[in-house]
């Protein structure tokens, strides 16, 4: 069961990706995915066509999401999995937690035109596919475009991180808000990506420990973020905290994302996969 080819976690336009959701599952069929989640950030706009277009292509699916949670000062991610699109508390949520986008885009637009960078915010609109969901992977866009950076990780060395012009700090969902939204919907909270965050080890055991009091139920151990080094750490941290395994791509875009859809390692065999205990939730 721990061999099967899920990516449970990417983006479309529904938020800071570059393909539609119909133009996901088609490359996740091609690369051979059999389990296809689409985990917008924030939002659930989307779920409905990519559950058509993975049913059109022939691929099992749960619905997604990537919610945006500040713990420690520091934001985290955290993918829901298998819950109710149409949930009206979990809809409330995710909504309140895009509410703050529109006004801090006009503030890094703000910072960046104080460093010599005029019209970002318009720039940044250009590239934006749901207008409630304008990202710092939208400016990052832009800034390329005008040649300010050569790639995106460039952009995210000299700008819009901490210390770095066009920054604002932001403050997101709760960590237990995020996934009683997911878990009373019927779904299961993973923590995404745990390597990604500049954790002490005393936060880093936190977060897993209030997670998992929440009720969080799952870690990705094998997603587009990790090292080989870094998956295998997690999968003891997953061990430790008797959470299940997940494995996603983290793909964004053709142009941008190092780990396409699909193609990344299997997850350890010795580990829970989650779609073991969300079978009653695939499509
Ligand atoms: P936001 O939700 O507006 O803070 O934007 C976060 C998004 O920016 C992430 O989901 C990534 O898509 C992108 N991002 C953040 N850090 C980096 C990085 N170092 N390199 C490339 N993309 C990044
Ligand atoms: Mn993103
Ligand atoms: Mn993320
Ligand atoms: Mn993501």
Same mark, same amino acid.
């Given at each position: ?18 393909? &539609? ?7 996740? *069929? ?38 945006s ?9 955290i ?7 149409d949930?009206? =508390? ?33 720039? =940044? ?9 304008? !990202?710092? &992977? ?9 040649g ?9 060395? *000299?700008?819009?991180?901490?210390? *770095? ?24 909270? #993973?923590i995404?990506?745990?390597a ?12 897993? !420990? ?12 094998? &997603? ?7 998956? #295998?750490?997690?999968? $003891?941290? $997953? *061990?430790?905290?008797?959470l299940?395994? !997940?494995?996603?791509?983290?793909f964004?875009?053709?142009?941008? !994302? ?26």
């Amino acid at each position: 069961m721990a061999i099967l080819n899920a990516d449970l976690h990417c983006h479309s336009v529904v938020s800071d990706g570059t393909l &539609t959701p119909e133009a996901l599952a088609a490359r996740a *069929k091609a690369n051979g995915v059999e389990l296809w989640a689409l985990t917008d950030h924030d939002e659930i706009g989307g779920q409905h066509r990519a559950a058509a277009a993975a049913a059109a292509e022939g691929m099992h699916y749960l619905t997604g999401t990537e919610v945006s949670v500040t713990f420690a000062g520091e934001t985290v991610h955290i993918v829901g999995l298998g819950f109710d699109p149409d949930d009206p =508390a979990m809809r409330a949520g995710l909504e309140a937690t895009r509410g703050g986008r529109g006004a801090r885009a006009q503030e890094m637009a703000a910072q960046l035109a104080q460093v010599g960078i005029k019209g970002a915010y318009e720039g =940044a609109l250009r590239y934006v596919g749901n207008p409630e969901l304008i !990202s710092r &992977t939208h400016f990052a866009r832009f800034l390329v475009e005008i040649g300010a950076c050569r790639d995106t990780p460039e952009v995210f060395r *000299k700008y819009l991180t901490e210390g *770095k012009p066009g920054y604002v700090p932001h403050r997101w969902a709760s960590l237990k808000d995020a996934v009683h939204w997911i878990t009373d919907a019927g779904g299961m909270a #993973v923590i995404a990506h745990p390597a990604r965050y500049k954790f002490t080890p005393n936060e880093e055991y936190a977060l897993f !420990s209030e997670f998992k009091a929440h009720g969080g139920r799952a870690v990705e151990v094998v &997603t587009g973020s990790h090292t080989a080094a870094e998956a #295998v750490r997690y999968a $003891a941290t $997953a *061990k430790e905290f008797g959470l299940a395994a !997940s494995r996603g791509s983290d793909f964004h875009s053709p142009d941008e !994302s190092h780990t396409d859809l699909g193609r990344l390692p299997w997850l350890p065999g010795d580990l829970t996969p989650v779609w073991e205990l969300l079978a009653d939730r695939i499509r």
